[in-house]
């Protein structure tokens, strides 16, 4: 992908200064970035910060004749393989659809032939606006991509959707796009939806050095987070600690402990599915010293460790009354009766389907799997087969569910 290039227009918000961090992950991934920063933008951040990250000139002025000269608008408006708007307020969104081109940016949205991503990033009543809504259902239609903001406390004090989404959320989004590009598809099964994922071990603390963990090596979730990715959704993978590399288009969220990962679940929301992988510590060291403890001599007394149990995150997601996924997946790994064990799992957890994975013989930590996907309706049993593979069939299965085909997740849905 190291040949890849956008054109990032940075408007005019509070937002602006995440467009710098999106400046420097889309570098170490092989992005090249070139800048158009509108006057609001240069409000919130300067044109030398965007400049020394992205190792380019800064376009701003419309009538600049050195520009002009050095390359014009409508050459600056095609040079890219993908225009990326972020932020994108709700006048620049007005602005593209109308036509406007009165400014460098709006000029060079009209001008371009190039397919246009629009982060938005704004305050929860002006998203909401009919005008906004309308603006956005209207750029849709002329085949923009809006990406929908996250919700959460807002920079003026305010609550709900207009935050800027997470930055490995959008590098994700413009990988999966410029993807698209290369291999010339689009419309994947999946196109539209958003899936969180977990994966790894988590990591809770009993001091500044020890922790205590487990074996997971997170192959399993990177795989279906992958495969989803692959069938065009929008995925965010939540992840532990791994020694594994995340898959192409996919927005990581790195964690540690049981109590970030749902926390970054929860931030995550909303989204059309969620799968629960990931192996969390049932419990934690009630207390994590901020000092590393210190063995105070031979024959001293050996300390005993009182553990908390931590957070349910499948249990959790699954009863959510707000933002409940229409299908959540969860794992169940078994060494015996191993569908017994799943379907009482499903009921106790809530969720809808349990992967119920058959450990008792070398699965753990190796790249294959044996697994029976259990429902409310019955038993499906797949043949031994590679993680990958697995990931591929779960994610037909969760396109085949979110289509209609399947009575469970309508069941969930309503
Ligand atoms: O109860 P058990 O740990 O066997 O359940 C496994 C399933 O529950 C997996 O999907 C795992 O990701 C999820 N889980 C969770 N939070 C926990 C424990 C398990 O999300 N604290």
């Known amino acids: 992908m190291s040949d890849k290039r956008i054109l990032l227009i940075i408007g005019g918000g509070i937002a602006a200064y995440k467009s710098l961090e999106l400046i420097r992950e889309l570098g170490r991934r092989g992005i090249a970035c070139r800048c158009i920063l509108t006057s609001g933008g240069s409000q919130f951040v300067t044109p030398l910060s965007v400049s020394a990250l992205s190792g380019e000139k800064v376009f701003t002025e419309l009538f600049d004749l050195d520009d002009e000269a ?19 307020t709700a006048d620049l969104m007005a602005k593209a659809v109308h036509g406007h081109a009165n400014d460098l940016a709006s000029t060079t949205l009209l001008a371009t032939d190039t397919p246009v991503l629009m982060v938005p990033a704004m305050n929860v009543r002006m998203w909401q606006h009919a005008a906004t809504v309308r603006n956005v259902a209207q750029l849709r239609a002329d085949g923009v991509s809006v990406m929908e903001p996250d919700e959460g406390a807002m920079a003026c004090g305010e609550f709900g959707p207009g935050r800027l989404p997470q930055v490995p959320a959008i590098v994700a989004e413009i990988e999966r796009q410029l993807e698209g590009q290369t291999e010339g598809k689009g419309g994947g099964l ?48 939540v992840s532990g600690p791994v020694a594994i590399e995340p898959p192409r288009g996919v927005g990581l969220v790195k964690v540690e402990t049981a109590r970030q990962m749902l926390k970054a679940v929860e931030e995550a929301l909303p989204a059309d599915v969620f799968v629960s992988v990931a192996a969390v510590a049932d419990w934690r060291p009630a207390r994590a010293a901020t000092k590393k403890l210190k063995i105070k001599g031979a024959g001293s007394a050996t300390p005993s460790m009182e553990l908390a149990e931590n ?25 015996n009766d191993v569908e017994e064990h799943a379907a009482a799992k499903l009921k106790r957890k809530g969720c809808d389907w349990i992967v119920a994975n058959d450990v008792s013989g070398d699965v753990m930590g190796g790249t294959e799997n044996e697994i029976a996907l259990v429902t409310r309706d019955g038993v499906d049993r797949w043949p031994r087969m590679g993680k990958d593979e697995v990931a591929r069939r779960l994610a037909q299965k969760i396109a085949d569910a979110l289509d209609g085909s399947d009575d469970d997740v309508r069941l969930a849905a309503e």
């Open 311 to 335: 957070p349910d995150i499948l249990r959790t997601i699954s009863n959510k009354r707000k933002h409940r996924p229409a299908l959540v997946v969860g794992f169940a790994a078994e060494t």
């Open 70 to 88: 050095e390359m014009g608008h409508i050459q600056l408006s095609r040079s890219a393989d993908l225009v990326v708007v972020c932020p994108a």
């Open 190 to 237: 999946l196109e539209g939806t958003h899936c969180v994922v977990t994966a790894g071990p988590t990591r809770e603390p009993l001091d500044p050095v020890r922790f205590l963990s487990n074996h997971s090596s997170g192959r399993q979730g990177y795989a279906i987070a992958g495969a989803l990715a692959a069938e065009g959704a929008r995925v965010t993978l």
